[in-house]
């Protein structure tokens, strides 16, 4: 599978090292507006590639000549853009990385027929804004959404609850936008009620926690992009809770919801999960805040 990941920062450059040695690519287009940066990340990779067990190719690419090869691959994993400031939010990068993307990445992907993976923040309106401005079909774009959040909040629980088996086995599920209006859902027998809200500040708060002077968060991050280019790759429809358009909303906002992902995209969306948690409310706050957000820019 061709992978191209837009984007040479510390997520870009973190992924592209994760799949050098990952049997998941056969190729790696790395684009970037630097190509003298991505050029010298791409060399320090493949001067290792002779001692990896696949060896695919990495060709780094400037982005002023993407449009003509994107359509060389099958997935592109849109990680570019400005990173959300300590003590900021994702939403204050919005009107920024909103510019970038126009730039250069949303005119390369019109036409596009492969699967966009969108990383970058705030996911959940980025990957609204890819959608509709590059005209991709809906099926075929997904956000990251709270796969992350979800991974987060397996770990809260195991730390609140002191919790000594695997952070996999752990029952709990993030859902709906990630910001700071994720909405959790633990099914951990044995969990104490009143730690709820205090396991949702813990995913919240989570990329502040472990930035410190850093710029960004990454091994989460890679990690849930790694899981969802193994469900493509292998077709094997996984359920995981990505951010995709919901058509009931009139002015097309995503959020995240289970969805079944594999080699067409992403099927099956579980929309009666909200109902059954009886988390409307939350679900509907989330989307206020979005239309406030994109109302103000």
């Known amino acids: ?37 991505v050029d010298k990340l791409a060399a320090d990779v493949k001067h290792g590639l002779s001692l990896t ?32 400031p300590l003590g900021g939010s994702r939403s204050d990068v919005y009107p920024l990385n909103r ?25 959940d309106l980025i990957t609204r804004l890819v959608m509709r401005e590059a005209s991709l079909p809906p099926e075929r774009i997904m956000g990251l959404g709270t796969v992350v959040d979800t991974a987060r909040l397996k770990a ?16 709990a599920l993030a859902i709906g936008t990630h910001d700071e209006y994720v909405v959790p859902l633990i099914d951990e027998q044995g969990f104490p009620r ?10 919240v708060r989570a990329a502040e926690r472990v930035k410190g002077k ?11 992009v790694m899981w969802l280019l193994a469900s493509i790759k292998n077709d094997d429809l996984s359920v995981w809770p990505v951010s995709v358009c919901d058509p009931d909303c009139p002015d097309g906002l995503c959020y995240s919801l289970p969805c079944r992902i594999g080699r ?22 989330a989307l206020a805040f979005m239309r406030s957000v994109l109302a103000q820019t």
Not at 109 to 123: A, C, E, F, K
Not at 156 to 171: G, P
């Open 1 to 37: 599978m061709n992978i191209a990941v837009w984007g040479a920062g510390n997520v870009g450059a973190g992924l592209v090292n994760r799949l050098a040695v990952s049997a998941i690519p056969t190729r790696i287009l790395w684009i970037n507006r630097s190509l003298e940066r």
């Open 53 to 84: 067990a696949t060896c695919p190719t990495v060709i780094p690419i400037e982005d002023s000549r993407a449009a003509s090869r994107v359509q060389e691959s099958d997935v592109v994993v849109l990680t570019h853009g400005e990173g959300v």
């Open 99 to 123: 510019q970038m993307l126009r730039e250069r990445a949303i005119p390369a992907l019109r036409g596009y027929r492969g699967i966009v993976v969108v990383v970058t923040n705030p996911v």
């Open 156 to 171: 809260a629980v195991a730390e609140l609850s002191w919790e000594e088996k695997s952070l996999r086995d752990i029952k």
């Open 194 to 203: 009143d730690l709820r809200e205090t396991a949702r500040m813990q995913v």
């Open 214 to 224: 850093k710029t960004a968060t990454m091994f989460p991050i890679v990690e849930g």
């Open 264 to 285: 067409q995209g992403w099927r099956d969306r579980d929309y009666e999960i909200i109902s059954r948690s009886g988390t409307q409310k939350q679900i509907d706050e």
